[in-house]
């Protein structure tokens, strides 16, 4: 069983910069595939970034490749996504999940806004 918590969103300018931590519990993370999701108002969430068990393989959505950086410690057993040139559209909450996603695993996001 893996416990998710997300942490260090907030309200930001555009063009500002942001990183979100992810927190997991449980001893299987360093074997999993991780992402971060995210889900803006009358929006599906959406996988935005995603990285494979050793933090060697990641992959970006068109929309924040070049902005956004997903980076992993397996040794504190911790998820991050540092996000850089901040675009009002990236509002949402935003979520960490394995990669595919496992419905239990959903916790209870971090609200990101960028306005000015």
């Known amino acids: 069983q893996v416990q998710l918590v997300e942490s260090g969103g907030g309200l930001v300018q555009p063009l500002g910069s942001l990183r979100l931590s992810c927190a997991a519990s449980?001893?299987?993370?360093?074997?999993?595939?991780m992402g971060w999701y995210r889900q803006a108002p009358g929006k599906q969430r959406e996988l935005v970034a995603s990285?494979?068990?050793?933090?060697?393989?990641?992959s970006y959505a068109a929309s924040v490749k070049g902005r956004f950086t997903i980076s992993r410690d397996n040794a504190k057993n911790t998820l991050y996504l540092q996000m850089n040139s901040l675009k009002p559209e990236d509002t949402a909450v935003y979520y960490c999940?394995?990669?595919?996603?496992?419905?239990?695993?959903w916790g209870q996001g971090t609200q990101v806004t960028v306005s000015s």
């Open positions: 999940n394995t990669k595919p996603s496992m419905v239990n695993y």
């Open positions: 449980g001893s299987f993370f360093s074997i999993l595939a």
């Open positions: 990285i494979d068990s050793n933090g060697i393989s990641t």
